[in-house]
């Protein structure tokens, strides 16, 4: 059975992944001590995990989808368990709020901006390691045309 391509770019995401939320957890940890002492603490860390947590199972998601590559039922398969875990990330997304909404132990703005950061953070981190695996051409990359549209036989298909 051959690997998808993206399986490798998926297992560097989560790696990478990982360590940014270990950092993140330590300085969110710190500021929030400062701001808030042990509830903004707790309340950055519970921020940065819940993050990583929702943000892995789409990528887990799909490197479990890409384990049946070459099935004649891949198609279906990939698009259950991707759409699948989506919906059970939704659901779970709505609960773990709706437990934590009113805690006394949470301070809900340090919460807020431990999640805003983490998001964008993982973001960014995302599209360097996408960048970065070859997978996307970039425009004047030198790896053929940036756009279909440009090539001869492209150009040649659409005539009428």
Known sequence: MTTVTSTPVLRRTLRWSAGITVGLAFVGAC???LLAAERGLISAITGVVLTAV????TAISLLVANRWYGSPLYVPIFFAI???SWLAKFI????????LRGQNWIEPMIFFVAVVISVLTTLVLDTIILLRSGLVRRPGSGHGPADPMSSGQARASTRT
């Open 31 to 33: 500021i929030g001590w």
């Open 54 to 57: 929702f943000l892995a199972i």
């Open 82 to 84: 991707v759409l699948g």
């Open 92 to 99: 779970l997304f709505f609960i773990t709020l709706t437990l």
